[in-house]
Structure formats: C-alpha cells, structure tokens
C-alpha cells in the first residue's frame, strides 16, 4: 500500500519506521463473509473479515534476551502504546461504520486496522516474547472481528447474531483479564484488564447502536469517550510492562514528557474522529476543540492536513495515520 511521505524520525526515538514501529510483518489480505437476511436464502450484508488464523505476525519476533539492556524507558513505552491504542479506536470506529453501511470504504480502514493489530502484537512480541504475542494477537483480532461481526448484525437487522457477537465479546474481555494477569505476574489485575477491555467494548457497541438510530452526534460521542478510555489501557499497560522488567524499561511512565503525549495524542485522536464523523466538513471546529483541549494550535502539531475530506477512502485513512504520526513525532518524550 502506498503511503503519503512521512516526517522523518531519529532511529533511536522509534524502533523501525511506522509502516512497523515494532517490528516488520506482513498484513492480513482482507476477504468477504456474507450475513444472510432472516428468512431468506440471498446474502444480503458483506461482513468484511478482518481476522485470520493463517496470519502469524509473531513470525519475525525473536525472544527477549533474560540478560538485556535497556530497550526503552518506560515514558516512552506509554507515549508509543499511546500512539497505537489511539490509532486502534480511530481505524476499528471507521471500519464498523463503514461495514454497518455496506460502504467499499471499508476495504481501505481495514488495511489500516490490521496493520494497527500487528503492530500492537509487536508491542506485546517486544516486552513478552512470542508465544505471549501470538495468544495476545489471536485475542485482540477477535475482538476487532467480533465487533465488526456486531455492526453488520444490526445494520442487517438480526438481533440473534448480534447477541452472539456481545456474547462473544465478553468471553473475549475475560480471556485477555485472565491473559495480562499471567504475563505481568499480577501486577494487572484480571478484573481490572476485564473492566477496561469491557468499557471499551461498551463504547463500540453504544457507537454503532447510535449510529443504527441516525444518532451521529451520540456516535462520535461514545467514539470520542473510547479514545480517552484506551490511553488509560496504555497506562495501564506500560505500568505493568515496566514494573515487571524495570531493566529493560527503566523509569517511570508519569513524567512530565508523558502527560504532554498523552494530552497531544489524545486532542489528535480527538480532532481526526471529529473530521472523520463530519468528513472534513468541520475543521475549524475542530482545530478549535483540539486548541482548547491541548492549549496548542492545530497547525503546530500536525501542520496542513487537508486530504480528510477527499473521496478517496485511502488517502483519507493514510493522511489520517500521517496527522497522528506528525502528533506523535511532535510530542513523544525526547530520546536520552
């Protein structure tokens, strides 16, 4: 997939460049499901696949050496877990709406979606080893698909495949409470995992049931609600992640560089959900809610940004992914 050009960035501010920030793999090919409609033998919904068990992007993640140095201060793990979690709700928001409107556009976000999952894959592969990597991927993809799952459910009108999906959901939040207790020793709670995986979830859901009743402004609300919400799952990531190998993560994650990345990349994820909802119709608006929630103007963190609006659906997801990396590559915490 071709990419707009990217700002350039220090080698030891990033670990590869952002086509995989955390390691190199390959990208899930996107297929087609169909939902038939009650009482009928014609397919009537696409449901766009964006989970498959052929795909292994563990396969180029080595083990971390017991004895090794640092890797990165624990700051900098949260800013870039930060990074990818925003990014997360911002390509899995975009992919339901356009699934639950039969929308091509779709195709274009789910590249996106998939690429987002390997690299937060990596992210665990970088911390936890392989074997860690892999059950945390198979978890995580199935989430995206099950709630991709809910959204053309409700669109399609069945309310039975929608109560598995939900149903589905939950097995998945307490599966990944049970999971990020065993790999950080305790120091994530399983309840905890499972009560902030369950809110995002929440959040998805109330999104696309808004989205059902022509609710726009309670869609982007619940969206915009999510995006806070997954800086506190960074957080608590990063917390445990560093707590438990304090030599490869040295540090702490509440530094003064920190809570000014997490404040630029939350306004960032903010701003483009906002355009995105309103198709870049609203930008000085929302230029404006970025200004008053990060006390910085728009144009000085991201700069000219003017593609969110195009009819293009790959660009609008590329140039998307460069605002949020123009955000990051402004405030992440500065290098040692």
Request: glycine share 6%.
């Amino acid at each position: 997939m071709t990419r707009l050009p990217e700002p350039s960035c220090d080698a030891t501010d990033r670990i590869v460049p952002r086509s995989r920030r955390w390691v190199l793999c390959g990208v899930v090919a996107a297929g087609l499901l169909t939902l038939a409609a009650c009482g009928s033998d014609t397919p009537a919904v696409a449901i766009p696949n964006v989970f498959s068990l052929e795909h292994d992007p563990t396969a180029a993640i080595d083990e971390p050496d017991p004895a090794r140095g640092e890797v990165m201060r624990a700051d900098v793990l949260r800013s870039q877990l930060e990074r990818e979690l925003t990014w997360h709700g911002i390509t899995l928001t975009q992919v339901m709406r356009h699934a639950h409107a039969g929308d091509p556009a779709v195709q274009a976000w789910i590249e996106e979606l998939t690429d987002n999952t390997d690299d937060l894959t990596a992210a665990v592969g970088l911390v936890y080893g392989t074997e860690e990597a892999r059950a945390f991927y198979q978890q995580w993809a199935q989430h995206t698909q099950f709630l991709v799952d809910y959204a053309v459910s409700v669109s399609a009108g069945d309310r039975a495949a929608a109560d598995r999906a939900r149903s589905r959901l939950a097995i998945y939040t307490a599966d990944s409470g049970s999971f990020f207790a065993e790999v950080t020793d305790g120091a994530l709670p399983s309840a905890a995992v499972q009560t902030l995986l369950d809110t995002h979830v929440g959040h998805m859901v109330a999104m696309i049931d808004a989205v059902e009743r022509g609710d726009d402004g309670a869609a982007l609300a619940s969206a915009l609600d999510d995006n806070a919400s997954l800086a506190e799952i960074a957080a608590g990531l990063a917390t445990a992640m560093a707590s438990t190998q304090v030599t490869a993560f040295p540090g702490t994650i509440d530094t003064p560089e920190a809570a000014y990345c997490t404040i630029i990349t939350t306004g960032t994820g903010n701003f483009l959900l906002r355009e995105l909802f309103s198709r870049g119709t609203t930008t000085d608006a929302s230029a404006a809610s970025f200004q008053e929630e990060t006390g910085v103007p728009l144009g000085d963190v991201i700069g000219v940004i003017d593609q969110l609006n195009s009819a293009d659906a790959i660009l609008v997801a590329q140039t998307a992914d460069l605002a949020l990396d123009r955000a990051f590559d402004h405030a992440r915490p500065p290098a040692p």
